[in-house]
């Protein structure tokens, strides 16, 4: 399997711009998560989805922030408009649960955001 | 929101050394705590662990987890340069993820 793949890898934008983020999980996982992570404060989970519904945004930052996945093997994470504050690496990461649990998380390479 | 909390935040020692990494929580429904190493890229899977005083290794790295005092501990021994990283850990609940601020762990020659 070629693990979770996200792109773009590194995204450079303009304040005001519309950003997208994609994710395509490993096959069969039914977990997939995003991640923020900066200096300041760490990996912040945003959301996560269950068998493709999102089950906890709570971690998202504000309206500017929106999450899909329209199947089991692709996800999204946009942020209308951007602002300098968003720049960050965000992870998206899947598992397979167990029980209806989370197992272990298998990250993606990370996409690498600077909002200018 | 259930917090992790690691100690120290970072931490500098020589190639040799021995290190301990601390993890604590608060969580409802515990499921699991799991233990990731982060050079430069994405965390990397070291150990997860579910019950208490069942010591988990690999080589060098060692873990255990204690539920009543909800805490957890990581060794490394004979610390490397290699070793050098953030390490992080992460509560599992009923349904999420959540991982505490990392220890940035530098292992000098």
């Known amino acids: 399997d070629a693990g979770v793949i996200q792109s773009p890898r590194h995204e450079v934008t303009e304040m005001g711009q519309e950003v997208t983020l994609r994710c395509k999980p490993i096959?069969?996982?039914?977990?997939l998560f995003w991640y923020r992570q900066t200096m300041m404060r760490g990996l912040e989970l945003l959301i996560y989805?269950?068998?493709?519904?999102?089950?906890?945004d709570s971690g998202m930052p504000e309206d500017r922030f929106s999450a899909k996945m329209p199947n089991a093997s692709f996800s999204t994470l946009k942020i209308q408009p951007s602002e300098p504050r968003d720049s960050a690496v965000y992870f998206c990461?899947?598992?397979?649960?167990?029980?209806?649990?989370?197992?272990?998380?298998?990250f993606g390479e990370g996409s690498r955001l600077t909002v200018l | 929101e259930d917090k992790v909390v690691q100690s120290p935040l970072s931490l500098v020692v020589h190639e040799g050394d021995t290190v301990t990494l601390n993890c604590s929580y608060e969580?409802?429904?515990?499921?699991?705590l799991l233990w990731y190493k982060q050079e430069k890229k994405a965390p990397t899977f070291l150990f997860m662990l579910?019950?208490?005083?069942i010591e988990k290794k690999s080589g060098r790295l060692s873990s255990i987890l204690d539920k009543k005092e909800l805490f957890s501990i990581l060794n490394i021994t004979a610390t490397q340069t290699g070793d050098s990283a953030i390490y992080l850990c992460?509560?599992?609940?009923?349904?999420?993820?959540?991982f505490g601020a990392g220890t940035r762990l530098t292992v000098k020659p």
């Open positions: 990461a899947s598992t397979r649960g167990t029980g209806g649990i989370p197992g272990e998380l298998f």
């Open positions: 096959s069969g996982h039914d977990y």
């Open positions: 989805f269950n068998n493709n519904v999102p089950i906890d």
């Open positions: 969580v409802t429904n515990f499921r699991s």
């Open positions: 579910t019950s208490s005083g």
């Open positions: 992460a509560r599992g609940n009923n349904n999420d993820m959540r």
